[in-house]
Nanobody, 114 residues
């Protein structure tokens, strides 16, 4: 079993920054994929950024150059979000594929005011 717990969301003005964290615990090895998705009201859940096999890093086109995904030496995943825009408003979810199972966190709300 794996637990993913997000933190760091909140309300910020356009142009501001936030850093999201995702603490992973449990049986998290092997890690096939770990990353961030987001879901705005009335929209589908979409990729924001992720690490996957072979050292690959993917970003949504809409966040390239503004958001940075990173991991520390432990079990924490980060998403640094700069130059935030109102269209970045969404619930942000941490997700990972550990072995053959996919897990999701509970989500953290990010609201960007204009």
């Amino acid at each position: 079993q794996v637990q993913l717990v997000e933190s760091g969301g909140g309300l910020v003005q356009a142009g501001g920054s936030l850093r999201l964290s995702c603490a992973a615990s449990g049986n998290i090895n092997p890690i096939d994929m770990i990353g961030w998705y987001r879901q705005a009201p009335g929209k589908q859940r979409d990729l924001v950024a992720r690490f996957s096999g072979g050292g690959r890093t993917d970003y949504a086109d809409s966040v390239k150059g503004r958001f940075t995904i990173s991991r520390d030496a432990g079990n924490t995943l980060y998403l640094q979000m700069n130059s935030l825009k109102p269209e970045d408003t969404a619930v942000y979810y941490c997700t990972g594929r550990f072995g053959v199972y996919d897990y999701w966190g509970q989500g953290t709300q990010v609201t960007v005011s204009s």
